[in-house]
């Protein structure tokens, strides 16, 4: 019988753990086969309304910013894209705003990295980004820079190609050690944007 193997009451948990009634003497009336829709649409109404303040909040602080009725003219994905930015990024544009210590655009442990960022997935490019600069998210275009800028520093110590390089998210930086192949750079930089995921590793 459907009572019992569906052992619920006019209950249910919300996101923080409470549970709550959905309706007045909910937690002492059994849900069963003939009231189970009228338990399910309370179910759906109560856990869509639990977020109401909340999104009211963010919609307060997206309209100190941006119009309301503006926001009609721009789809979910549109204006996703114009706060967050776009998921991948352009190699060629992160190029362009990086500067050298050390080291040169034509170094050839540099090169390799270009390389491996060209050949990296869109996931993994995320995952880099994540370990340089702490961010899931590079800035669209040229003029989004404004004056922030990738630097990459050469490896002030000894290294081999065992060695890790180490990231400086708060300054958007990246020691590389002196590698000796496009191979050996792709394992590492993928090894330690896989395993070291803490703020500056």
């Not at 926001?71 to 998921?87: I, Q, Y």
């Not at 442990?109 to 880099?128: C, G, I, N």
Request: glycine share 4%.
């Amino acid at each position: 019988a459907f009572g019992d193997v569906f052992l619920e009451t006019f209950t249910t948990q919300l996101s923080n753990g409470n549970e709550v009634e959905l309706k007045q003497g909910g937690r002492e009336m059994p849900v069963t086969f003939e009231n189970k829709d009228e338990f399910a649409e309370l179910v759906l109404k109560t856990r869509l309304r639990e977020s109401t303040e909340q999104i009211a909040a963010i919609r307060r602080g997206l309209a100190s910013v941006v119009p309301v009725r503006a926001l009609s003219m721009f789809s979910w994905s549109d204006l996703e894209l114009l706060v967050c930015g776009k998921p991948d990024w352009d190699v060629a544009l992160l190029k362009r705003h990086t500067k050298y210590s050390g080291l040169t655009a034509s170094t050839p442990v540099v090169q390799y990295l270009w390389k491996t960022l060209a050949s990296f997935t869109p996931e993994e490019r995320t995952l880099w980004l994540a370990f340089v600069w702490g961010r899931n998210r590079m800035p669209q275009t040229d003029a989004d820079w404004v004056d922030t800028v990738f630097t990459i520093n050469k490896w002030s110590r000894e290294s081999t190609d065992e060695t890790l390089p180490v990231a400086h998210t708060c300054f958007f930086s990246l020691d590389l050690p002196a590698w000796s192949s496009y191979e050996v750079t792709r394992e590492r930089m993928l090894f330690a944007i896989v395993n070291c995921q803490a703020i500056d590793t």
